[in-house]
């Protein structure tokens, strides 16, 4: 039997999302525009700080959001392809439920998690192919495919914020296709997860063995709230991934 959940249930933070969400991010195609808005909003938030690290092959600015102080470092990035909008609408209304929760306690996060972390977010890495809904950049190239080469400006952007923060653990944050199931059974993945291998022969070294162990925590926690619809992502070579 699982012990009693030590967060708030899923009918509570439901209820609190029904409340603060921007309603705003409420579309199918997000594009710069729409969370300029949004991050000036969040900019006003006392317990987050905005910067503007970089610029789009078109000169739309690139931003991050970053909360906590703690000496555990996570870096999030969104929309690296331009047509998987979801989590940048997701994580910015996390930023807003982590700042109401920081006078209200309202997510009942236990300890000051901001003591222990450093947040930093990038929301829509590829603002070019968010305008025209591509999954790549302005210069045509799949950011994705880029780590090595760094021939786009949001990727060699992308390769200066891990070397400046040194972030413990990075999250690569795309769209959920909804017509996957979580594994052989009839319940579609809600989220899946993937530690990617950094070797050909896929070989777990330690970056990745810490990567599959936060997973297996983090696949624990969620399934509080969504039992059966957290899947494992494929790992076999696609052009959508
Ligand atoms: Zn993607």
């Given at each position: 039997m699982k012990a009693a959940h030590p967060h708030a249930p899923a009918q509570a933070i439901a209820s609190l999302w029904d409340s603060?969400?921007?309603?705003?991010?409420?579309?199918s195609h997000l594009r710069h525009a729409d969370i300029q808005p949004v991050l000036d909003e969040i900019a006003d938030y006392p317990s987050i700080t905005r910067e503007t690290i970089g610029y789009s092959c078109t000169g739309k600015s690139i931003e991050r959001l970053s909360m906590g102080s703690g000496p555990l470092i996570i870096l999030a990035w969104t929309q690296?392809?331009?047509?998987?909008?979801t989590a940048t609408a997701a994580v910015l209304d996390w930023l807003k439920l982590l700042h109401l929760n920081s006078t209200s306690n309202s997510l009942a996060?236990?300890?000051?998690w901001t003591s222990l972390v450093t947040l930093h977010i990038i929301p829509m890495l590829n603002p070019d192919g968010a305008e025209r809904d591509t999954r790549v950049n302005e210069q045509g190239i799949d950011i994705n495919r880029?780590?090595?080469?760094?021939?786009?400006p949001e990727g060699r952007l992308l390769w200066q914020q891990v070397q400046t923060l040194k972030p413990d653990v990075a999250f690569n944050l795309h769209d959920q296709n909804?017509?996957?199931?979580?594994?052989?059974?009839?319940?579609?993945?809600t989220i899946a997860f993937l530690a990617p291998a950094f070797h050909p022969d896929k070989h777990v070294d330690a970056p990745r063995l810490r990567a599959k162990q936060l997973i297996a925590c983090m696949a624990d926690t969620l399934s509080h709230w969504l039992p059966c619809h957290i899947g494992r992502y494929d790992d076999t070579y696609s052009l959508r991934s």
């Open positions: 603060h969400h921007f309603s705003a991010l409420d579309k690296m392809h331009g047509d998987e909008p996060l236990g300890s000051d880029d780590a090595k080469q760094l021939q786009t909804p017509y996957y199931s979580a594994g052989p059974t009839a319940y579609p993945a």
